[in-house]
């Protein structure tokens, strides 16, 4: 079939335009209608007071609470939601009848309610709006004078959230970690707090937090919580560290006797030491790899490093650190899924797939790495007392 045939022979669409308020939808959808193309725009209903040069049934319909609640009860929208404290509602009728006219229908609607309609009719085409920036918003909210101080305080604040959470994009599957909870995270989370410790898998946001406590482990931060560095993938606090701790040895010491640990990863943030660098240049941590053992089974010194990828490295860049840390004889190597920590942080460039870490895996076996832990949600200390194993099953006895 012709592509014009063919396009005009598909069903009509059901368009959504969503964003914070004032960010500009009405104003799109006022260039829109210019255009006079065969397309319904639909006329919400509202119990909010009409504007100065509204007018009713065009800008919206405008209805009384019961009025409105009485629709809502005969279930006349097709999504309805209080947004700003008054009730918005799409009559359902009106959707129904341009859609089976064969007409594209627009909505204009805000974030939660895109949601709604999302989960109702999949097939919906969704534009979310974005502005250039919150200063632009304010002032765009501000220059239209339609709303009081407290009310654009409030649309602000929600702006704020709407776009934190769209900046965030949606994790694959497999990158899905379940909520931390368990007895075992709640006794270590109050243990640390009261002998006032700090561990990397609370302050960098790990997500493997809740199974590594889960199963007690954990990666302690020594020296303070601040680090000198800002990276801008890193959620780490930065700063001027704020003096040393003496009888932080002793705490952790107790700490790590109290959690009955069989191995413990200890590592400070600069400027007393760094614990990780961003891909594709990766460095080396410091790892207490003989403690609790008896001195005799000190074995030998193990080197490790990790690579954080989805940054916007290429696989070639990846291999090339990867063969660049076998030429220093780097033996451990952990490879995992950059995410990023908040909205102030560089954005992801892409998740990588399970599979694309198995090669990458298999690749450093192939190089000569002992251990290759590399999977999405590994981290530089993502079990590893089972790195720590590995290496030392291989590495002969005083060696
Ligand atoms: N691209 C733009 N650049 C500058 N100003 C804009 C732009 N788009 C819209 N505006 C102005 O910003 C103000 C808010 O726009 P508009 O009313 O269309 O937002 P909205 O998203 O429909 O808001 P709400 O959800 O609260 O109804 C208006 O005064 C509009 O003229
Ligand atoms: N969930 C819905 N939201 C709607 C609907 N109609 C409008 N809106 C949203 O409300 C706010 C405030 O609008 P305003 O005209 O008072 O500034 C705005 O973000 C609209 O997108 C609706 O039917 N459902």
Redesign the pocket.
């Known amino acids: 079939m012709p592509l014009i045939a063919e396009a005009n022979a598909s069903p009509p669409l059901l368009v959504v335009l969503s964003g914070p308020?004032g960010v500009g939808?009405d104003a799109v959808l006022s260039e829109l209608r210019k255009l006079n193309r065969p397309w319904h725009f639909a006329v919400?209903a509202?119990t909010?007071p009409m504007r100065p040069g509204e007018r009713d049934g065009v800008d919206y319909i405008f209805l009384e609470l019961d009025a409105f609640a009485k629709m809502r009860e005969r279930d006349e929208f097709l999504?309805?939601?209080e947004?700003?404290g008054r009730w918005?509602?799409?009559p359902r009728s009106q959707a129904r009848d341009a859609l089976r006219s064969g007409k594209d229908v627009f909505l204009?609607?805000?974030v939660?309610?895109a949601a709604t309609i999302k989960w109702m009719a999949p097939e919906a085409l969704l534009i979310f709006l974005i502005p250039p920036s919150l200063d632009e918003l304010q002032q765009r909210l501000r220059g239209r004078m339609t709303e009081s101080a407290p009310e654009l305080e409030r649309r602000l604040r929600t702006a704020g959230e709407e776009l934190g959470l769209e900046l965030r994009p949606r994790l694959p599957e497999w990158l899905k970690v379940q909520m931390p909870g368990s007895p075992r995270y709640i006794q270590l989370k109050e243990l640390m707090r009261s002998q006032e410790l700090h561990t990397v898998c609370e302050e960098a946001h790990c997500p493997n937090i809740g199974e590594c406590w889960g199963r007690g482990t954990a990666t302690f931060m020594i020296l303070g919580d601040i680090c000198t560095r800002r990276c801008h993938y890193c959620a780490v606090t930065t700063g001027r560290p704020i003096g040393i701790d003496l009888q932080e040895p002793k705490r952790l010491a107790e700490t790590v006797k109290a959690m009955n640990l069989q191995y413990c990863v200890i590592t400070s943030s600069p400027p007393f030491g760094s614990f990780h660098e961003y891909a594709p240049r990766a460095i080396t941590t410091s790892r207490w790899s003989c403690w609790p053992r008896p001195r005799n089974s000190i074995r030998a010194t193990v080197t490790k490093s990790g690579i954080i990828v989805g940054m916007g490295e290429t696989a070639a860049e990846v291999l090339e650190t990867m063969r660049d840390l076998r030429g220093v004889n780097c033996d451990l190597l952990t490879i995992g899924q950059y995410l990023r920590p908040s909205a102030k942080h560089i954005p992801i460039d892409r998740f990588y797939h399970p599979t694309e870490f198995e090669e990458l895996r298999v690749a450093g076996l192939e190089m000569g790495f002992k251990h290759v832990a590399s999977g999405p949600l590994v981290r530089s200390s993502y079990h590893a007392d089972e790195q720590h194993d590995a290496a030392f099953v291989q590495l002969p006895i005083g060696s």
Do not use: L, M, P
């Open positions: 308020s939808k919400t509202t909010r999504e309805c939601a947004v700003y918005y509602g799409v204009k609607i805000d939660q309610g």
